[in-house]
């Protein structure tokens, strides 16, 4: 009895100490995406290069574009930078 719960308890720790370590899947955005049939705008965009993409859409009914990120360069807008109001000239 006594080392089944050992072997219990065990097992529990081992399977918390898992769940811990999980960490989310990165999200990469690839050049790239495979489009049409079953997948929604922009597509699986996982391809970085158009060989890869089109290797995987044969005889799939689908087709590959850019991807909108890369293609239009979707990048941070620099903020504008506050303008320095000029202190005004000190009456003599």
């Not at 899947?25 to 922009?42: I, K, N, T, V």
């Amino acid at each position: 009895m006594r080392k089944t719960q050992l072997a219990l308890l065990t097992l529990c720790a081992t399977v918390v100490a898992g769940f811990v370590t999980i960490t989310p899947a990165a999200a990469l955005d690839y050049p790239w995406c495979a489009r049409g049939g079953e997948y929604d705008y922009p597509g699986e965009c996982a391809y970085s290069t158009y060989e890869q993409c089109q290797a995987s859409v044969s005889g799939r009914l689908l087709y590959c574009d850019r991807n909108p990120r890369f293609a239009y360069g979707q990048q941070q807008i620099p903020q504008p930078r506050p303008h320095r109001r000029a202190r005004p000239a000190a009456p003599y």
